[in-house]
């Protein structure tokens, strides 16, 4: 057992792993066709927040896999029962991750009714060829249907956009930008499609079945995305997240300023104090190993002031706000180390660096992941 | 009592690669009952491994088989075993001097090729008795009537005394045990003249020390004996002579003229003991036996430590290479942007290539090599001459005169290739010679090339040219005056060194092209443009840019990722540590290879 170590974390995550289909892109801790075991996760999804500390938590996000592909049963036990054990601050934030094909007005009245005040919809794209391409259980129409659901249900929706698909066209961006236009969305995730390891789409790229976008296709789609968003009004707060000016995931912006979180759930990842510790990804091992008593951890790390430098900068420079240059400093990377790679990146037209302020500017957001190693240690 | 020599054969087997000798040396030892079959290891005689997979036979060794004749007697056949490729001529020529016979091995179905060719001339240079022996019958695309036909066309042989024989199966075997011993000359001799003995290999063994295979020509060896090598010029005292059965089995009486075994003395550099020198006893001297040579060391290139591998560890595995093979030599050297390393000389490519793989197999080093030269001989502007062995040698002030080394090529083909192998040869600057037949399909061509144009891939061009058809041999003719000039290789305007060629000007153009088009190919994109030149002294022949990078995004990452996303950062900033330095520029070990695959294009 490990012992968590003291810390008065605002923030929680949990984790629901199932899903009605496993998509070829995804690489997320999630499995389909596991129906029987939905009561006893949530048993001991609910063992395990019982444990937490009691909060005030400003914000809880329970993602997946699909939250929502839970009976409305068992849904509704998972929500009394977090609310019965944890306590909200005043202005809290509580998301919850829900999929067009898994979602119906019960449900979402569920999750009001019980506090939930954010949903997140899994959209990913707005052509029916290309959401049969990332092999979604739902079409268009259920996905505009969940919309409307989702917004009678919750005062806050955002939807999750995969773009940089194979053979997308500037039009096509174009209307998936529209599409958030019309259905007026205050926030919008919008990804580039990623290969990412371990999934069908990586296998199938291996294999040369699958082609992907060259560097210049992307970046191009990514400038056309982020030009659009903007003019519909929503900001680039993050990398991949956009949101009218205070509509911003108050939760996914903990992770990105490095602030302790608390979870549970299988797979789920919680930094107290420097410490994380990610759970047992397995649903079943999972189950057992709460049902046993234990905490069910699978990996423990103490981060290294090193590794809390990387990420400072890793995760700052994902911000529009940028690395947060005071922290830098608490952590220990003095500024002789990286600022005269700061002032070249600058020159270069890479990133905005005025000596109190140091972020991307749109040109080093393309290439974001050379800019921050560049400035790393190591 | 001396061996009587007349129950004494020595013999080797010469073939084109692949022909067999492994397989029919391996059913000798077995059929003579030298090994059993439970000891028979596959191919016994090729005991590195990298000589296993790639089914060369690298270093020679010999064995001793005993024989019962059909005469009653025991005979005392000895197998040398020569090397198989042209990188190893000389090395081939002094065991074949070691014998009085050779067993040429046809493959039934492949015909005479060019190695074929290239050892029956040796061997004949050697006025050893030939016994033809067609292998592979079995095989359903076995042609022995034709490729008999053939032997007796282009080699001269009786198509009739062809053995047929089929090593896998075992067909033919004690017909060619038999041969053995009535064709091939009993060695002449004499045991009670002077000590006269050839060397044919040594190797080096991590428990034994120095092992040194031998043939005695006249005279006698034995445990204690003080021995002197005449052309090194050194002497030691003999601890152990003996047979090889293959096991290396001590005999007190030692060894006379006609024999051939192995010595251990106390001797410490592979570099004193020269295949080729003649061994005789300190106080008795005989006289050198012919045919020795230096070894020169034909094809240059750059070692360099990388990633986690050390200068000193470099330094430590080299000394230990050369231990194992004196022909392999070493010097250090500055490679700029590479750091500090080594310029090794070897025989030729698959020389190079053997080397390397040891170093990085055997040693686990993380190496890089820069792309392999010959050497060249200089007259400078002060009319003094001088040897460079890499580019980086060019006097800055440009030179008088630069002479490269020529080769005499053989080149085997059938008939119907001649044509596309003529254009081939031109474009290599060969100088055509002769052109033979070889029955009337096969041909042989022969030109004089400069060495640089062959080493480094005209065998794979000819291959490709001929169906795979072709086969071929070259030996170092001397020196030519040539119009040669150096290139310099710029990377974003940093000249580099490693990089840097000498060519023919007439293909300077060209093979600069191809350069930083392939450099271009090899260089990440960096967070700005990269210019690539090539350039003869103030003058730019060639350029390419390696575009800005455009999109590099990790596009998720929330709470659970972190730790896996930033693991993906360093493993990103870790390759590009590991990547060396050209100024501003990060370029990956490959790219200094791209000279060499210029070459293809
Ligand atoms: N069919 C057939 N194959 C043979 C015969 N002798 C050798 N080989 C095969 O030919 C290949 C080359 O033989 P090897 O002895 O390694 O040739 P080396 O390169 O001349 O030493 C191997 O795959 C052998 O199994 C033979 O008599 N018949
Ligand atoms: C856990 S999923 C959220 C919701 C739900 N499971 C669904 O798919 O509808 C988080 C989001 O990450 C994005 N995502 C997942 N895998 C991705 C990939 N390989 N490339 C880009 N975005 C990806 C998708 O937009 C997905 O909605
Ligand atoms: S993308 Fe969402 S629905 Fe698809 S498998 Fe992943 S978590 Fe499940």
Known sequence: MTIPPASNARHLYLHIPYCAAKCPYCDFNSIAGREDEFESYVDALLEEVGRLPVGPYETVFIGGGTPTILGPQALERLLAGIRDHIHLAANYEWTCEANPGSSDAERFALLAEHGVNRISLGVQAVQDHHLRFLGRVHDLDQARGALALAKQAVPRVSADLIIGLPGQTRSELAATIAFIGEHELEHASVYHLAIEAGTEFHARYQRGELQVLDQDTSRDLLEQAWSGLAALGLEQYETSNFARPGAECRHNLAYWRQRDYQAAGCGAVSTLAGQRMTREKHPGRYIAAIQAGGDAAWQVEALTQVELIEECWMLGLRLADGVDLAALQALGDASERWHETAVVLARQGLIQYDGSRLALSPEGRAVQDAVTVALMPG | ?601
Do not use: W
């Not at chain 2, 004996?225 to 003999?238: A, N, T």
């Not at chain 2, 006289?287 to 470099?314: C, H, I, N, Q």
């Not at chain 2, 390393?341 to 698959?350: E, N």
């Open chain 2, 1 to 601: 009592m001396p061996y009587p020599l007349e129950k004494i054969r020595n013999f080797c087997i010469i073939a084109h690669i692949d022909h067999g000798k492994s397989t029919l040396a391996d059913r000798l030892l077995q059929a003579t009952g030298t090994v059993t079959d439970r000891e028979m290891q596959d191919q016994l005689l090729d005991d590195m491994d990298l000589e296993r997979e790639r089914g060369i036979t690298i270093k020679a060794r010999a064995v001793s088989l005993r024989y019962k004749h059909s005469d009653g007697e025991i005979y005392q056949l000895n197998l040398i075993d020569t090397p198989g490729h042209v990188d190893f001529t000389y090395e081939v020529q002094r065991s074949l001097q070691a014998c009085e016979g050779a067993l040429l091995l046809v493959d039934a179905a492949q015909g005479v090729e060019a190695q074929t060719m290239a050892n029956f001339l040796l061997a004949i240079d050697q006025n050893l008795e030939i016994v033809p022996v067609l292998n592979k019958i079995d095989l359903p695309a076995a042609m022995p009537d034709k490729v008999a036909a053939e032997v007796e066309e282009s080699l001269g042989l009786s198509g009739e005394s062809c053995i047929r024989a089929s090593a896998k199966m075992g067909i033919g075997i004690s017909d060619i045990l038999g041969a053995i011993v009535d064709s091939v000359p009993a060695p002449k001799g004499n045991a009670d003249e002077p000590l006269q003995a050839l060397i044919f290999d040594a190797v080096y063994d991590d428990y034994r020390g120095i092992i040194v295979y031998f043939r005695v020509i006249n005279g006698a060896i034995k445990r204690g004996d003080s021995i002197r090598l005449l052309r090194s010029q050194r002497s030691y005292e003999v601890t152990e002579v003996g047979r090889l059965t293959p096991k290396m089995n001590a005999e007190k009486a030692g060894l006379a003229a006609g024999e051939v075994g192995y010595f251990i003395a106390a001797i410490k550099n592979l570099s004193d003991v020269k295949v080729g020198d003649t061994i005789t006893l300190d106080k008795n001297r005989g006289t050198p036996l012919p045919g020795f040579r230096e070894l020169k060391p034909m094809v240059f290139a750059g070692l360099y430590p990388s990633g986690e591998t050390t200068f000193d560890e470099l330094r430590e595995a080299v000394e230990k290479l050369q231990i194992n093979d004196a022909s392999f030599t070493f010097e250090p050297e500055s490679g700029g942007a590479l750091g500090h390393g080594f310029r090794c000389g070897y025989l030729g490519m698959l020389h190079l290539e053997i080397c390397q793989e040891r170093l990085e197999r055997e040693f686990d080093l993380d190496l890089v090599t820069t792309a392999p030269n010959v050497p060249y001989q200089i007259t400078t502007r002060g009319g003094e001459d001088v040897m460079i062995t890499t580019p980086a040698e060019v006097p800055p002030e440009g030179f008088d005169q630069i002479r490269e080394p020529v080769v005499e090529l053989n080149v085997m083909i059938p008939s119907a290739f001649v044509g596309p192998v003529m254009q081939l040869a031109t474009e290599r600057r060969g100088e055509f010679k002769h052109q033979d037949y070889l029955g009337p399909e096969r041909c042989v061509l022969t030109y004089h090339m400069p060495m640089a144009e062959v080493v480094y891939d005209l065998f794979d061009k000819l291959k490709s040219a001929t169906s795979g058809y072709g086969t071929m041999d070259y030996d170092l003719n001397g020196f030519r005056e040539s119009d040669l000039v150096k290139v310099d290789i710029l990377v974003h305007h940093n000249p580099c060194e490693a990089l840097a060629f000498i060519c023919h000007r007439s293909v300077a153009e060209r093979r600069g092209r191809a350069i930083v088009k392939n450099l271009r190919e090899e260089i990440p994109r960096h967070l700005f443009e990269v210019a690539l030149q090539a350039a003869i002294g103030a003058k730019v022949i060639a350029r390419e840019s390696v575009k800005a990078m455009r999109k590099d995004v990790t596009a998720k990452c929330y709470g659970g990722d972190v730790s896996r996303k930033r693991k993906l950062l360093e493993k990103q900033k870790k390759g590009k540590k590991r990547m060396k330095m050209i100024g501003s520029v990060e370029v990956p070990q490959a790219a200094f290879m791209a000279v060499l695959k210029a070459n293809d294009e």
